[in-house]
């Protein structure tokens, strides 16, 4: 009976964005003032009126045709409760800097912030 109303998602998405933080790339200088491309892997897991959920989102730049350097990862976790017209939620992101080989001396990690944010929320939503 439990299997029977739990309901699994999961979505892969992959893009362009421009603007704010991802106008850089020390490693390809022809993507500076451009921007990143990134990868999104989300997952969700729903149960009567209660949801768990996560996603990563990967930005990274081209070296090559065929190799692309990471340089940032954000992490997110949501849990909650969906009512008909209200939800209340948990939220928790957390974004961190990556480079490839950061362990060789000479090689810094770039960029050198990290940060998180968590949201306790009520939401009223409107259906149709």
């Known amino acids: 009976m439990f299997f029977q109303t739990l309901?699994?998602?999961?979505?892969?998405?992959?893009?362009f964005v421009s603007g704010g933080i991802f106008n850089y790339s020390s490693e390809?200088?022809?993507w500076v003032d451009v921007g990143a491309l990134y990868t999104t892997?989300?997952?969700k897991a729903e149960y009567q009126c209660?949801?768990?959920?996560?996603?990563?989102?990967?930005y990274f730049t081209p070296t090559s045709i065929v190799n692309y350097m990471p340089f940032?990862?954000?992490y997110g976790v949501q849990a909650g409760l969906n009512f008909k017209h209200f939800q209340i939620?948990?939220?928790?992101?957390?974004?961190?800097?990556m480079t490839p080989y950061a362990t060789i001396?000479?090689?810094?990690?770039?960029p050198k912030y990290e940060g998180a944010y968590n949201k306790v929320f009520l939401r009223w939503k409107i259906n149709r």
């Open 28 to 30: 390809n200088k022809a």
């Open 105 to 110: 001396f000479g090689n810094e990690i770039k």
């Open 41 to 43: 892997l989300e997952a």
């Open 50 to 58: 209660f949801y768990l959920g996560g996603n990563m989102d990967c």
């Open 7 to 15: 309901i699994l998602s999961a979505i892969l998405e992959t893009g």
């Open 89 to 97: 939620g948990y939220e928790h992101s957390c974004f961190h800097p």
């Open 72 to 74: 940032q990862m954000t």
